[in-house]
């Protein structure tokens, strides 16, 4: 599956963030969910909290290789890196590693402002000639979607939670200001409640 940019002059950008991520997280099952640093995080715990969120902070670029390590570690679960631009293009090469290693029950949501929102809204790479689902599919990964309207989130759930993996989505958000919603800072925190739940650790 595979959908290009929007066509030139097209205003790309029109999902609100929040609402999106909310919805899609509702949709999730018992998917695991790795999100990125900064917005990535706060949206997922501002959709409501769960242990089976690994948050991190301080590891910029690495949402998408930390998934593929739990995908490979827990084969039987749905696992998704949920990114943003600026993260996904710092750690690009992670994505020749999952396409090397197909896992089935790997998916990527990059959530596209097409700027560096936490460092000062800079123009980013993707607003001009970058296509990370071009870039994905070029690396091996064959289904890929980019999404540019709140109503494609049932289709988007689809291919994030229930095709066959590994997979790739884009999603052009609008530049929001939403509020921080910050979850447990402490990371032996939460890799232990994580672990919980994965059922590999004691409470």
Known sequence: MSTGKPAPGTRSNKIQRRAFVADL???????????????????????????????????????????????????????????????????????????DQSPQNLAILVLDNEHFGETGRQTGLTGNKVDITAVARGFGIERTMTVTEQGQVGELARLLFQDEGPALAVAKIALSEDPWRLPEKDGGTIAHRFRVALGVERA
Request: charged share 15%; glycine share 16%.
């Open 25 to 99: 997280l509702e949709r999730r099952g018992d998917t695991l969910v790795i999100p990125g640093l900064g917005s990535p995080t706060w949206d997922c715990f501002a959709a409501g909290d769960s242990p089976e969120y690994l948050y991190s902070w301080g590891g910029m670029g690495l949402a998408v290789p930390t998934a593929l390590g739990v995908a490979l570690a827990q084969p039987s679960r749905r696992v998704l890196a949920l990114t943003g631009d600026g993260e996904m293009m710092m750690g690009i090469g992670s994505l020749a590693v999952v396409a």
